[in-house]
T-cell receptor
């Protein structure tokens, strides 16, 4: 079954702790994305990657880091520098050519502060 | 599941009626538009897309209309069903880039 898998579904972070959210896709897509969703708002882009070993900051990258060592995987680390990490985090991917192609989403990770 | 948005505009329709969800987009240079459906606690699900060289596109029970003159997008759902209840987002593709800009969403409630 092709798709995007995000884990864990729920995650809790302590003060001063870094946490990593997993995103794996088996769609053979080149481009991958991380978004943050807050209540009453649309999605905001954190980071995106068009190819392996390359990624760019989105609109709200401060306090986050990513890596893209494999085509299938695009993990997001929420660092202690992110002072308001509580949100719903969504990973997406799109096929090569990126533009004018739909992005397909996983089912998200909900991050909360303990 | 968690609410996607607590203070979203809400459209309430009777089961079987047609629904029209509207979206104003921000940039006249955007050339690709997508509608997504998001159920509580899940990620957005692709519904339909349209390119700027078109003004209408139809799918199964859904139609998207694009009016570039007034930067307006609409999603029409025919014979709305209870399973259509969700939050609907429009997204625009900015300057043919990889970046999508999302609207804040509209909640659709279907009354039985």
């Amino acid at each position: 079954d092709g798709g995007i898998t995000q884990s864990p579904k729920y995650l809790f972070r302590k003060e001063g702790q870094n946490v990593t959210l997993s995103c794996e896709q088996n769609l053979n897509h080149d481009a991958m994305y991380w978004y943050r969703q807050d209540p009453g708002q649309g999605l905001r882009l954190i980071y995106y990657s068009q190819i392996v070993n390359d990624f760019q900051k989105g609109d709200i990258a401060e306090g986050y880091s990513v890596s893209r060592e494999k085509k299938e995987s695009f993990p997001l680390t929420v660092t202690s520098a992110q002072k308001n990490p509580t949100a719903f985090y969504l990973c997406a991917s799109s096929s090569v050519g990126g533009s004018n192609q739909p992005q397909h989403f996983g089912d998200g990770t909900r991050l909360s502060i303990l | 599941g968690e609410s996607v948005g607590l203070h979203l505009p809400t459209l309430s329709v009777q089961e079987g009626d047609n629904s029209i969800i509207n979206c104003a987009y921000s940039n006249s240079a955007s050339d690709y538009f997508i509608w997504y459906k998001q159920e509580s606690g899940k990620g957005p699900q692709f519904i339909i897309d349209i390119r700027s060289n078109m003004d209408k596109r139809q799918g199964q029970r859904v139609t998207v209309l694009l009016n570039k003159t007034v930067k307006h997008l609409s999603l029409q759902i025919a014979a709305t069903q209870p399973g259509d209840s969700a939050v609907y987002f429009c997204a625009e593709n900015y300057y043919s880039s990889y970046k999508l800009i999302f609207g804040s969403g509209t909640r659709l409630l279907v009354r039985p």
